[in-house]
C-alpha cells in the first residue's frame, strides 16, 4: 500500500515519528539505569547488554521512516500506546483509516 | 612453553586466576554503574553496550585458564597489578621465572 505524501504531511510524519521514538528512548534510558543500579553481581553486566542488544534490534525494526513502512509503522505505535491518533491529525483521510486498520489488527 | 603442573600448584593457580577475574569483575561492574548513573542522552547506552562487548572480548582473551596459557596469563596480570608474584608463591621455580620474564617484557 503506497500513499503520496505532501510536504505538509512528512512534517507532521516526522514529528510524531521522532516524538514517538524519542519517549521510546528515553523509557529506555529510565529502564536501563534501573537495571545497572540494582545488579549487584558483576556477570549481570552482560545480560544487561544483551537485553541492550536485543533493544536496539526492536527500536531498529520498528521506527522505520520510509514512507512505504510509515502507515504501517504508525499503526504499530498507535497500538502499542506510543502515539496517540491524535498526534497524526492533518495526514489524508486514507492514511488515518490505513493506520486505523493496523491499530485494530 | 610448556609447564607440567603439579595438582598443588593447579590449586594455587586456580585460586590466584579467579582471584584476579573477580577483581577485574568487580572493578568492571564499578565502572559500569558508574557510566550508567552518569548519562542523560539515551543514545549514550549504545555506547554503553558497545564498551561492554568490548571489555568482555578482552576479558575472555585474557582469562584463559589453559594451562599452556597459564604462564603468560599470569605474567600478564602481574604486569598490569592485577596480580602480585605473590599470589603465585608455590608454582614451581621454572614457571616462576617464567612468568616474571613476561612481566618484565
Chains 1, 2 share one sequence.
Request: glycine share 4%; hydrophobic share 45%; aromatic share 12%.
Amino acid at each position: 500500500m503506497e500513499f503520496g505524501w505532501s510536504g505538509a504531511e512528512k512534517k507532521i510524519a516526522r514529528r510524531a515519528f521522532e516524538r514517538a521514538l524519542d519517549s521510546e528512548l528515553q523509557a529506555l534510558l529510565a529502564e536501563f539505569k534501573a537495571k545497572a543500579a540494582s545488579i549487584d553481581d558483576p556477570r549481570s553486566v552482560w545480560d544487561i547488554r544483551d537485553w541492550l542488544s536485543k533493544r536496539q534490534r526492536q527500536i531498529d525494526e520498528l521506527y522505520d521512516f520510509r514512507y512505504s513502512q510509515l502507515s504501517f509503522v504508525f499503526g504499530r505505535l498507535v497500538r502499542d500506546g506510543k502515539l496517540a491518533m491524535s498526534d497524526l491529525a492533518g495526514l489524508s483521510e486514507d492514511k488515518l483509516e490505513f493506520i486505523q486498520r493496523v491499530v485494530d489488527l
